[in-house]
Structure formats: structure tokens, C-alpha cells
């Protein structure tokens, strides 16, 4: 069974920055894409930034520029640095792996989905 355990949310001020990380399985993480999705109640959760195994990134438009996805294959964690943080940011996010990106962005998972982690933009 995949495990993912994300941790790093919080309350930040808008403008603020906030560094998420995710680990995960060993058997998971090395061989597939791994991504970021976020969740606001009564909403579907989406995609917002994933990594392949290559290093690929994808970012949703939303949060282009702002936000970056990184990976480390030591320590199989992935990343997501979150800078200038918008009030509509504030959501619960989760980290996931999949087989490419695209399959990411349909939500086709390997993992049973985390607790995930809030993240609170407020002033």
C-alpha cells in the first residue's frame, strides 16, 4: 500500500510563503510522477503542480510563477514551495503519485488519499 504523509501547512499572511512536504513509499515514489492536489470544501480536488520522475513539472495556471514542485529520490519526498500566497490558496492540500502527468490531472492515483495538510491564507 502507498503511504503519503504530508506535512508543513499553516496560517500565513497573504504575500506569505509556506513549504509543503510529502513522504512517501519507497516502492511509489521512484518510479512515478508525483504531484500536489488541493481540496476546498464542496469542490473537487485538483491538480495544482506535479514532478516526473525526470523532472518534469507541470503547474496548473493558477499557480504559475508562484509555486514550485521539487523531489528528492534519497529521501523520497516531494516538495512544494509556495510563495506569494493568495487568499484563494487557502485549501487542503495532498500529495498523490501516478504512472504521467495527464493521468494526475484525471486523478488516477496510486495512493489512498492522506489527511492532508491545511493551508490558511489570512490576514
Known amino acids: 500500500q502507498v503511504q503519503l504523509v504530508e506535512s508543513g501547512g499553516g496560517l500565513v499572511q497573504p504575500g506569505g510563503s509556506l513549504r509543503l512536504s510529502c513522504a512517501a513509499s519507497?516502492?511509489?515514489?521512484?518510479?512515478?510522477?508525483m504531484g500536489w492536489y488541493r481540496q476546498v470544501s464542496g469542490k473537487q480536488r485538483e491538480l495544482v503542480a506535479a514532478i516526473t520522475s525526470d523532472d518534469t513539472t507541470n503547474y496548473a495556471d493558477s499557480v504559475k510563477g508562484r509555486f514550485t514542485i521539487s523531489r528528492d529520490n534519497a529521501e523520497n519526498t516531494v516538495y512544494l514551495q509556495m510563495n506569494s500566497l493568495k487568499p484563494e490558496d487557502t485549501a487542503v492540500y495532498y500529495c498523490n503519485a501516478g504512472i504521467t502527468i495527464a493521468a494526475m490531472k484525471r486523478r488516477a492515483v496510486f495512493g489512498s488519499w492522506g489527511q492532508g495538510t491545511q493551508v490558511t491564507v489570512s490576514s
Open positions: 519507497r516502492s511509489i515514489f521512484s518510479r512515478n510522477a
